[in-house]
């Protein structure tokens, strides 16, 4: 694929399910991000990877949350037990650069909606 | 820490006007700002950026910025707007050693036949 893919497109999970978002970032890409967009808010930051290592994970809400990418290429992002609070859009990008990557390309993202 | 402001949530054009959307930021040293646009359902396409030097940047479908760093502004031009322009815009600035991005809250653009 020509861009980045993010799986599924649409979630509804009942409050205290767990839940698993996939991102397939454009091959070969070394950086990858993981952004939360709350509704009529901009992303907020949730954590980034250079390869398979995770070196950021400052802006993950809450211990619930856990992302991973063992492979250095597809990423998952995990939500345990969801509130009605964790309902937004999961935005993925990715870049081919290192540091810093500023070029990054967007997937189209994963609406998780907690009921 | 850095952040950035959109003063706009919703501006409303007629198809042909002109365009400005207003962002200000804040950060300590020199930013790298940018300009991406979000249409329904759709990931965020970037439209320009700034990292140094001339302060007008061109970007993609016919949209500039302008850096003012004594404004602390970073504003999306635009001299005739299209139907296919209405979107939601959001302004970002870079900070890390690495790329994180910081994002305005977005200004939704709607554009009048």
């Known amino acids: 694929g020509a861009g980045v893919s993010q799986s599924p497109r649409y979630k509804v999970a009942k409050r205290g399910q767990d839940v698993a978002l996939r991102c397939d970032p454009i091959?070969?890409?070394?950086?990858l991000f993981w952004y939360q967009q709350a509704l009529g808010q901009g992303p907020e930051f949730l954590t980034y990877?250079?390869?398979?290592?995770?070196?950021?994970k400052s802006g993950l809400p809450s211990d619930r949350f856990f992302a991973e990418r063992p492979e250095g290429s597809v990423s998952t992002l995990k939500i345990q037990r969801t509130q009605q609070e964790d309902s937004a859009v999961y935005l993925c990008?990715?870049?081919?650069?290192?540091?810093?990557?500023?070029?990054?390309?967007f997937g189209p993202g994963t609406r998780l909606t907690v009921t | 820490a850095q952040s950035v402001t959109q003063p706009d949530i919703h501006i409303t054009v007629s198809e042909g006007a002109s365009l400005e959307l207003r962002c200000n930021y804040s950060?300590?040293?020199?930013?790298?700002l940018f300009w991406y646009v979000q249409s329904p359902g759709q990931g965020l396409q970037l439209l320009l950026k700034?990292?140094?030097?001339?302060?007008l940047v061109q970007g993609i479908k016919g949209f500039e910025a302008e850096f003012k760093r004594s404004q602390s502004s970073f504003n999306l031009r635009k001299p005739s707007v299209h139907w296919s322009d209405a979107a939601e815009y959001f302004c970002?600035?870079?900070?890390?050693?690495?790329?994180?991005?910081?994002f305005g809250q977005g200004t939704i653009l709607t554009v009048h036949p």
């Open positions: 990877f250079q390869n398979e290592a995770q070196l950021d």
């Open positions: 990008a990715s870049s081919a650069d290192r540091v810093p990557s500023y070029e990054q390309y």
């Open positions: 091959s070969g890409h070394v950086s």
């Open positions: 970002a600035v870079g900070g890390t050693s690495y790329g994180k991005l910081t």
């Open positions: 950060y300590g040293a020199t930013p790298y």
């Open positions: 700034y990292f140094s030097g001339d302060t």
